[in-house]
């Protein structure tokens, strides 16, 4: 095992902390796809409606707006490992009381949505938290393998999650939000289990600047305002995922399973090209290689949204999920190396805003056009505004085009 940790690939898991927070990741990104999954099929089953689909993403997305300024400012402000940690047992409590509804047979749409809800909340919170907790734990040269893997995990879950997830529920709903509480409890287990602890905390005042630095700092950095701003209009816009449950089964004529291994193919893509990012990663061109995995992500989403066969289907979400990935280790490698320390939370929380907005108020976006043109349509129509802020992006942000070295 030694021996693996010495190649360049695994150079992050020499760091005890790191393997700790590996594991949490993946644990807890194994329960929310597991039980984002099973939500979305209960809700569809419930009122056949693809806006029904998008309103799921709304209520995710809303509290990273409503808990913009509060959730940076508790990472930057308190230890980010309690943050995470009870941000994790919420999620526990919210899995138990979905359980309870489904044991109880009295699960409706309105409670999902209130639970979803809650899950957004923590999200919001958890996210900015994670994100900063990171460079405290590895050391800055090798921050982006840390990334690479540290996405990986994330990815390995959201293969194997969905997927496990559809399968749980050939036993029922009941099965797999008993596994999501077993998981995010292990997740507390593993934070609660590092060695790291918070330096001495600089008790800034807290006020209107204090919690808007983030904003200010990411207006005034091109870099960093070019690869947030890209990463959300890109999937924004390209949201086929949020549709997969009308694939599944209207288009596939298929079940619960199937819609997890379409969930699932995005995430071995992204998880593929994680680990060849970890053993290979982008060390030129990094900025060119951003723009060029957005327009390859349009140009798949439409192929997916034209083809009626599963097999081809699963291939072009394939190379959705490792093109995004492209993108995303980009954008999460030059937040965090631009940004200070003392504002890594705020940061990272408006950040994560973008990352909601480009994932749940996608899923929102894609939910209403599909419920006015058509699940076909409103696919298509997200890659084509995939490629087009690939183009206008290279003319927006020159110095991100420019920018060669993701660590310099």
């Known amino acids: 095992m030694a021996r693996i ?18 594991g949490m990741r993946f644990l807890a990104s194994m ?3 597991m039980a984002d999954v099973a939500i979305a099929w209960i809700v569809y089953q419930i009122t056949n409606s693809a806006l029904a689909l998008g309103l799921i993403g709304l209520c995710l997305f809303l509290p990273n707006i409503v ?3 509060a959730a940076g400012h508790a990472a930057d402000r308190y230890d980010r490992r309690l943050v995470l940690m009870v941000c994790y047992c919420a999620n526990t409590l919210v899995s138990l009381a979905v359980l309870y509804a489904v044991y109880k047979g009295n699960v409706s749409a309105p409670m999902l949505f209130v639970a979803v809800a809650v899950l957004g909340t923590t999200r919001a919170f958890s996210s900015p938290a994670s994100s900063a907790l990171l460079p405290n734990i590895v050391p800055r040269e090798i921050f982006a393998n840390a990334v690479a893997l540290n996405s990986s ?17 050939a036993f029922g709903p009941q099965a797999v939000f008993s596994v999501t509480t077993v998981f995010f409890i292990l997740s507390v287990l593993c934070l609660a289990a590092m060695q790291f602890r918070a330096a001495a905390i600089k008790r800034e005042k807290v006020s209107w600047e204090y919690l808007t630095a983030g904003i200010g700092f990411i207006r005034r950095s091109p870099i960093v305002l070019g690869a947030i701003t890209i990463d959300l209009f890109a999937v924004l816009l390209g949201g086929a995922t949020a549709l997969l449950p009308i694939y599944a089964r209207d288009i596939f004529l298929a079940d619960a399973f199937t819609l997890g291994l379409l969930r ?11 680990i060849w990012i970890a053993w290979r990663p982008v060390n030129r061109k990094c900025g060119l290689r951003m723009f060029q995995a957005v327009a390859a992500f349009g140009l798949a989403t439409i192929a997916f949204g034209l083809t009626t066969s599963i097999y081809p289907a699963l291939l072009f979400l394939f190379i ?37 907005a480009s994932n749940e108020l996608g899923q929102f976006e894609s939910g209403l056009l599909a419920a006015w043109l058509g699940p076909v349509a409103a696919v298509v129509i997200g890659g084509v505004g995939a490629i087009g802020v690939a183009a206008g992006g290279m003319k927006i942000f020159p110095e991100l085009r420019a920018r060669d070295r993701l660590v310099p």
């Open 320 to 356: 959705i999920g490792a093109a995004d990935m492209i993108s995303v280790y980009v954008r999460s490698t030059l937040v965090q190396i631009e940004t200070p320390d003392e504002m890594r939370g705020r940061v990272s929380a408006v950040n994560s805003m973008f990352v909601g």
């Open 153 to 169: 995990a994330n990815q390995i879950a959201t293969i194997s999650g969905p997927a496990f997830g559809g399968l749980l529920f």
């Open 31 to 33: 329960a929310t796809q």
């Open 5 to 22: 940790f010495d190649r360049p690939g695994f150079a992050a898991f020499r760091e005890r902390d790191f393997r700790l927070f590996f």
């Open 264 to 274: 699932s193919a995005p995430a071995v893509g992204a998880f593929c090209m994680a």
């Open 67 to 69: 808990f913009l300024l």
